[in-house]
């Protein structure tokens, strides 16, 4: 019993702490009057207390009256109430005030005589409200504000007006507004200021003059603000930053005139930009960098003077971006390296050599499209810590048996290589598979032949496969008949599939000829060949060129030839032609429209019965002239030429 005394001593003592807090007359210094519907400020407190809590109520405005009361208040919560209207001057009388809450109301302005008498507060947070205009003069009454938070209103843009005052601040939060301008000058007047967040605002570009007068600031956060351009030397007079963000903007291109002034910058954040270039020198100006985040952007090359200049960086993100190659010697300015975060890209080829002398021990190299590894990367690899080149297509094959020869399942990254190819060993580890199977084999072509069906007509889609086996799996190279080469990256009319199918579209006379397919891997190349037959002349074409025929027999059906503007072919083609591509017509009635087979049924009839008109003509007037002339002469040329329309009438 006698142990327990002291507890019942201290629950004695949360009572009478409690008892303090109350909203009456009992609280003594500070008085807990959140939670309760209060539409104004109690007037029934003792006078003397310094804390008074208000938050969580229905105050919806403040007048000089409200607050006369209590004269030594050191802090005053008024957040979370639903105040629009600060009366001029209504905090006259809290001089001793150091820390005012008002977030979360509904205050829309700040005006020069709003803070007045506050003369020793320090914090300020006035964030969650709708204020969208700081008067002129507003902070000249609290030169001992040391924070203040106004994130989350409606400011549009900063004047250069709106801290003066404010000598002493160090911390200015503005994040979430809509700022789209700051004036020249505007942080003139805050020259102690350390900390600034000016995040998820609507800059759209960084000018020079924007943050002159902050020659101490060390943080600056400009993240998630629409920034697409930063003019030469906007950080030349903030030459003390430690911390830039700029993630999260619209960037393209990093500039060798970007970053200047910022010789102790050790931390900055490029990531979620647009950037696909950084010029030579970028970060010349910044020997201090020891974090640089450029991962989720659509870099796709790293050359060797991008870094340039980063003689102390130690952690380098470049993870989602679109890197297909990273030069050899890019590692060769950043000695200290020792986080590498290439995840995610679209890397064959990664120069570990560099890392040999670096002091890597973190590299994610996860997520590309790396396929083998040479003997010598083993123990490079072996002396990074953490190591990751997971979800690679790696290819088990001959060249993998040095490499594999050494792994001793020492190492975890060793359980991280998952073969992808041969498709006998796909989706098993590289270390469970005994190194007398890790195989090459030159590549043999099994079959490289025609697959549409002939004959082929001009305008179809020509498909050939081209069918090649080997360790590695070959690459298909195809030399058409005009000489160039198709590869599975061609686009266009020819394509290659990976699967060695090979589409040409709209075949033309240009198409046949000889194809060449070589398949070539490291271990060897191999080719076939194939001669691909002159596309037949499409339908639509022969059923022209029957009425152009008939045309030069016949007057007769000459108007309808307009009707074929497509018309381009031979006179010379036959009737026995034509009769055959007629049944062609029918037999592919898609190609050729039956309407148009009718009428031109009807002009071949129409035509043969000009025909036989125009004969039984020429033979009337050959009758004629030979009846008149008979009389005086019987000649042999007469009946050569009757003889001739004879035969012409028999054939028809
Ligand atoms: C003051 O408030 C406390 C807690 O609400 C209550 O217990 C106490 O009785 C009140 N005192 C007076 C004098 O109203
Ligand atoms: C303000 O604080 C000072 C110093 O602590 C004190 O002497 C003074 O009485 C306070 N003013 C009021 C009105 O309580
Ligand atoms: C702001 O107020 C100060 C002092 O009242 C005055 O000198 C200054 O011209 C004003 N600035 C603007 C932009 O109105
Ligand atoms: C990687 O390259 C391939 C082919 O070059 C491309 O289709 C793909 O979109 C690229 N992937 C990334 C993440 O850039
Ligand atoms: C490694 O460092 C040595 C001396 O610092 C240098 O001579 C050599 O070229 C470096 N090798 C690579 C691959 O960077
Ligand atoms: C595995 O190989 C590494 C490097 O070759 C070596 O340092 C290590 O001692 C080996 N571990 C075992 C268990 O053999
Ligand atoms: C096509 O590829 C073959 C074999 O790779 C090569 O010899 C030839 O020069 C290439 N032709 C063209 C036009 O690129
Ligand atoms: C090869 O790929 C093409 C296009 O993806 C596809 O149409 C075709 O069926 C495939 N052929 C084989 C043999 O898989």
Redesign the pocket.
């Known amino acids: 019993m006698v142990e327990t005394l002291p507890d019942v001593l201290m629950f004695l003592l949360v009572i009478l702490g409690s008892a303090e807090a109350s909203c009456n007359a009992t609280c003594l210094q500070s008085c807990d009057c959140s939670y309760l519907d209060l539409t104004s400020v109690p007037q029934d407190l003792p006078a003397i207390i310094t804390d008074l809590d208000l938050e969580w109520n229905q105050i919806t405005t403040l007048s000089r009256s409200d607050l006369s009361r209590y004269r030594g208040l050191e802090t005053l919560d008024l957040g979370e109430n639903l105040i629009y209207a600060i009366n001029s001057q209504a905090f006259y009388f809290l001089s001793n005030l150091t820390t005012l809450t008002l977030y979360n109301n509904q205050i829309t302005i700040l005006r020069s005589d709003t803070f007045t008498g506050l003369e020793n507060v320090h914090y300020l947070y006035l964030g969650y409200n709708e204020i969208s205009d700081i008067q002129n003069g507003t902070f000249g009454p609290t030169p001992h504000l040391i924070e203040l938070y106004l994130y989350n209103n409606k400011l549009t843009s900063l004047r250069s007006d709106m801290f003066t005052g404010l000598g002493n601040l160090e911390t200015l939060h503005l994040y979430s507004n809509e700022i789209s301008d700051i004036q020249a000058g505007t942080f003139s007047s805050t020259p102690q200021l350390r900390y600034l967040r000016m995040d998820q605002n609507k800059l759209k570009n960084l000018g020079s003059d924007m943050f002159t007068g902050l020659g101490n600031l060390w943080d600056l956060w400009l993240d998630n603000s629409e920034i697409s351009d930063i003019q030469a030397g906007t950080f030349n007079s903030i030459p003390q930053l430690s911390d830039l963000g700029l993630g999260h903007n619209k960037l393209t291109t990093l500039r060798s005139d970007m970053f200047t002034g910022l010789a102790i910058l050790r931390d900055l954040w490029l990531d979620n930009n647009e950037i696909s270039d950084i010029e030579a020198g970028t970060f010349s100006p910044t020997p201090q960098l020891r974090d640089l985040r450029l991962d989720h952007n659509v870099l796709t090359k790293i050359i060797p003077d991008m870094f340039t200049g980063l003689e102390n960086l130690q952690i380098l993100y470049l993870q989602d971006n679109k890197i297909h190659d990273i030069l050899?010697?890019t590692?060769?300015s950043t000695?200290q390296l020792g986080v590498l975060l290439i995840d995610n890209n679209n890397i064959t080829m990664f120069p570990f050599?560099?890392l040999?002398?670096q002091t890597i021990y973190r590299l994610y190299l996860g997520k590309n499209k790396l396929t083998t590894l040479p003997s010598t990367v083993y123990d490079i690899l072996s002396s990074v810590a953490d190591v990751n080149v997971d979800n690679n297509p790696w290819q088990c094959d001959c060249r993998m048996l040095p490499f594999r020869s050494m792994m001793n399942e020492s190492h975890s990254y060793e359980n991280q290589i998952h073969c992808s190819e041969p498709s006998n060993f796909h989706g098993q580890k590289l270390i469970d598979i005994s190194p007398e199977d890790l195989i090459c084999e030159e590549p043999t072509i099994a079959r490289f032949q025609q697959i549409t069906n002939n004959p082929l007509v001009q305008g179809d889609t020509l498909r050939l496969v081209c069918e090649a086996s080997g360790i590695p799996t070959p690459d298909i190279t195809v030399t058409l008949p005009s000489g160039l080469n198709a590869t599975v990256e061609s686009a266009g009319r020819v394509t290659v599939d990976v699967n060695g199918t090979i589409t040409i579209t709209d075949v033309t006379d240009a198409d046949a000829g000889l194809y060449v397919c070589i398949a070539v891997s490291p271990s060897g190349s191999g080719s076939a060949t194939l001669i691909v037959d002159p596309p037949t002349v499409p339908t639509t074409v022969t059923m022209s060129s029957i009425t152009s025929t008939l045309a030069t027999t016949t007057t007769s059906t000459t108007q309808e030839t307009t009707t074929y503007p497509e018309s381009t072919s031979s006179f010379s083609t036959t009737f026995s032609v034509v009769s055959t591509s007629s049944k062609h017509v029918v037999s592919t009635p898609s190609k050729q429209p039956e309407s148009a087979t009718t009428f031109s049924l009807t002009a071949l009839l129409g035509a043969i019965f000009g025909s036989v008109a125009f004969t039984v003509l020429i033979g009337g007037i050959i009758l004629t002239i030979w009846c008149k002339r008979n009389s005086q002469h019987v000649g042999e040329d007469y009946s050569v030429l009757l003889n001739t329309t004879d035969a012409a009438t028999t054939a028809i």
Do not use: E
């Open positions: 050899a010697s590692f060769s000695p050599s560099d040999s002398n």
